[in-house]
């Protein structure tokens, strides 16, 4: 469900037989939903002339705990200026646990963007082993990142994969991995799950930068698609 108050909406779905099998998914439904709703947030926010982080603000006013973890990510990772060529992009999700992510983007001489930072704030209740909840989260970014920028299973004339190694469907290496900061918020609610829940904002934290530093927005995945990222 979304953590955000909207005075008037609604919402429908419908299943559609692709005629492709498919398994399951690390954060299953809430990586497409949640990157089409945080991007659609991100564009309501730039029609208005509203921070990302203040429109989200004010709808997350009946969800406090993950207003929370809103308002400590602004305040680890937004506030401070950033030079030119370099950007941000925020979101944040009430999925199995309360998060909000924060991705600084810069872009070299030949216009590849690159992944400088993920700053990562989660409540997840009480942190039962909070270097494996850390290694989860962690964990999750980085695969969110490589499913965002490089993730594409091509199918050929009759049906069949033609994606069969890592040379056709990158992952992220070492070279690309960026700074990650997981700041986990002290709570004494509950323990809640923290295996998927770094997943879904990835992306669309990251094609906010995006748009923010270029005014491009990407509404299809993956972004190599459409900008070079390395």
């Known amino acids: ?94 999925f199995l646990s309360h998060s909000a992510i924060v991705i600084e983007i810069s872009r070299d001489e030949r216009k590849r963007i690159h992944v400088d930072r993920v700053i990562f704030v989660l409540d997840c209740g009480i942190a039962i082993n909070p270097d494996l909840v850390r290694a989860q ?16 299973i091509t199918l050929g004339n009759g049906g069949d994969i033609v994606t069969q190694n890592f040379d056709r469907y990158p992952v992220m290496r070492m070279q690309s991995v960026p700074k990650v900061d997981v700041h986990l918020i002290e709570s004494q609610e509950p323990p809640t799950g923290v295996g998927e829940v770094s997943v879904p904002t990835v992306a669309p934290a990251l094609t906010n930068a995006i748009a923010a530093l270029t005014g491009t927005r990407i509404r299809r995945l993956p972004i190599s698609k459409t900008v070079s990222i390395y």
């Open 1 to 94: 469900a979304s953590p955000y108050a909207f005075t008037n909406f609604r919402l429908e779905s419908s299943n559609v037989d692709s005629g492709v099998p498919i398994m399951v998914w690390r954060s299953v439904g809430n990586s497409h939903t949640e990157f089409a709703r945080e991007s659609a947030l991100d564009e309501l926010a730039i029609a208005g002339n509203r921070d990302p982080i203040d429109l989200r603000r004010d709808l997350l006013a009946g969800t406090p705990r993950t207003l929370h973890a809103l308002e400590v990510a602004g305040d680890l990772a937004w506030k401070t200026p950033l030079s030119e060529g370099r950007a941000r992009g925020i979101a944040c999700s009430s």
């Open 137 to 152: 989260v962690e964990g999750g970014i980085l695969w969110g990142l490589s499913a965002a920028a490089w993730g594409e």
